[in-house]
Structures are given as C-alpha cells and as structure tokens.
C-alpha cells in the first residue's frame, strides 16, 4: 500500500491559515487523497477528499499537485478548535477493499490563541 | 452525525472472559470496518463487512471475531480477552457517493480495558 509522509506537528496562530503538507510517492492512479482529524478523546472526523482536482469544502480545502505526489490541507482561517492530529490517507478505489484506510501518525496541530 | 452508535461506549472486563462490542447504523449502509487505537500504534484495521454475513480480515484480526447477520449491526467478539487487547475501538461505516469517491465516518468509541 501507498504510504504518506507527515510532519510530526506544526504551530499556528488563531486565525491565520494554516497549510498541512502531505508526501505521497508512490501514491498510485486509482488512489483517493483522503484527510481526517481527530480531537482528544474522539473518533476521527472526515474533513475532505479528493482524486486530481483541488476541493473545496466548508471546512477546509485540498490543493492536490499535478503529479499527485504531494497534497496540502488548507484551513483558511484556524481557530482553536482546530486544534488535532490531522490524518492524510490514501484509499485505493475500487473492489471490497475500498474503505480499508491505513493511517500514520498524523500531524499534531496546536493553535495558539 | 453519520447515524452510528457504539456499545458499550467504556467496559472493564477480565482476562479470558468473552466480550463483544456492538456498532448499530442506521443509514443501511453496506460497507462497516472495526479499527483499534493504541498509543505509537495509530489506528489500525482489525475487521471489515461488506454485505450482510461478509466480512473479511483486516492488519490485526487475530483474536478477534466478527458478525454481520443484519446490515444495521456489526458485532466485534473477542473471544477470551487478553490485556493486549485493552484499547480504544471506532466502528466505521462507508458512505457510497457515485463518480467521486467514497467517505469513512467513525463512530465515538468503544474504550475497553482487560485486566
């Protein structure tokens, strides 16, 4: 399976945005880029997807690179309970399989006030 | 909210007893998993169903059992509990959307500790 690269964490101020890199090499054609998060004590949250195109939702967007290797969250505004270890997944469509997500560490993000 | 609820949510139970943690959904979705989440571990895929009495293994089945006799319920067993097994458990459940993907959504949490 294709494995995805973070870093550990990253700081941010209130209200400023905040852009959370992904590495994904050997991200494969039929890979979906998937974003998760999870707050202390919780399950995690889907926060977005995408394939080629960037996407934009209410809570965040993804901007994809034209090779696919690499992906970034954008939280445009963060607050403080932005506050989470923010998971980036690749989930191969297709078959019985889809769905079956491997996460890895995560980046830990923390919002000052 | 994606209409999943776990049971029991906390239980503490023995070493070597039976135990089984149900996930209820109620969108009669086809697609459920049961991960665990341990500390340096993330969290990890033990089972998955696609369908009604379908299931398959997932990166740590071993001594753990699954059930899927209705699509509304997916029941996780262990079969006689171990101290390794103490860990936080989220159901999940697949919500289908045509030509653009699909998306996981997981429920709260079922903490459970073996003593």
């Known amino acids: 399976d294709a494995k995805t690269t973070q870093p550990n964490s990253m700081e941010s101020n209130e209200e400023e945005p905040v852009h959370l890199p992904c590495n994904h090499s050997?991200?494969?054609?039929?890979?979906?880029i998937h974003w998760y998060r999870q707050l202390p004590s919780q399950g995690p949250e889907y926060v977005i997807h995408g394939l080629t195109s960037n996407v934009n939702n209410r809570m965040a967007s993804l901007a994809i690179a034209e090779d696919r290797k690499s992906s970034t969250l954008i939280l445009h505004r963060a607050t403080l309970r932005d506050a989470a270890v923010y998971y980036c997944i690749l989930s191969h469509a297709g078959g019985t399989s889809y769905g079956k997500l491997t996460f890895g560490q995560g980046t830990i993000l923390t919002v000052h006030p | 909210d994606a209409g999943i609820t776990q049971s029991p949510r906390h239980k503490v139970t023995e070493t070597g007893t039976p135990v089984t943690l149900r996930c209820h959904q109620t969108?009669?979705?086809?697609?459920m998993y049961w991960y665990r989440q341990d500390p340096g571990h993330g969290l990890r895929l033990i089972h998955y169903s696609y369908g009604v009495k379908d299931t398959d293994k997932g990166e740590v089945s071993d001594g753990y059992s699954v059930s899927r006799s209705k699509t509304e319920d997916f029941l996780l067993t262990l079969e006689s509990a171990t101290s390794s097994q103490t860990s936080v458990y989220f159901c999940?459940?697949?919500?289908?959307?045509?030509?653009?993907?699909?998306?996981?959504?997981f429920g709260e949490g079922s903490w459970l500790t073996v003593v």
């Open positions: 999940a459940i697949r919500r289908a959307r045509s030509f653009s993907g699909n998306t996981i959504y």
């Open positions: 969108e009669n979705h086809r697609y």
């Open positions: 050997t991200i494969s054609g039929t890979d979906y």
